[in-house]
């Protein structure tokens, strides 16, 4: 990726210890969020959604992403072209599996999201590819009261 990812992450501003997420959590979404496992593609609630609205973190509910920026990359899960702020979201470098990857993180509280890819072809404005798991994210959408 040409932008590298920030090696420096600053404090999460939720910080809980793990037995507090595994009570806010279910046993699935703290498999995804907090220990950055990943659900099995075309499974996710959102990964074909079209509805419009915004995408917040389930784990502390900070706004990262919007519809308006929601693609279909046919990848198996929901992907955006870029963040709801450019701050929403913390890039960090990941060399598990063998291969080096950039991993996404909320930047409110550190949940792991998913990956980012960058100069795959697609036709977006950034050409990068937020791929995120569907279990990291509620969707708030347009009008709701939950806005």
């Known amino acids: 990726m040409s932008s590298e990812a920030d090696t420096s992450v600053p404090a999460p501003r939720i910080q809980l210890s793990p037995q507090e997420w595994r009570s806010k959590l279910n046993p699935e979404e703290y498999a995804v969020l907090r220990e950055a496992a ?17 995408y917040v973190c389930r784990a502390c509910g ?3 992403f919007r ?3 929601k693609f279909d990359s046919h990848c198996g899960w929901p992907s955006f072209f870029d963040p709801a702020a450019s701050d929403a979201v ?5 060399d598990s599996l063998g291969m080096h990857r950039v991993e996404v993180l909320c930047a409110n509280c550190h949940s792991h999201l ?3 890819f960058e100069g795959e072809g697609y036709h977006t404005p950034t050409d990068k590819r937020y791929c995120i798991n569907s279990i990291a994210l509620r969707l708030h959408p347009s009008g709701s009261a939950a806005e």
């Not at 913390?90 to 990941?94: E, H, K, Y």
Request: charged fraction near 30%; charge should be negative.
């Open 67 to 69: 519809s308006t920026e």
């Open 62 to 64: 900070a706004e990262l």
């Open 114 to 116: 998913g990956h980012v």
């Open 90 to 94: 913390i890039l960090r470098s990941d």
């Open 38 to 54: 990943t659900e099995r593609p075309f499974t996710g609630e959102y990964t074909d959604t079209r509805t419009e609205g915004v």
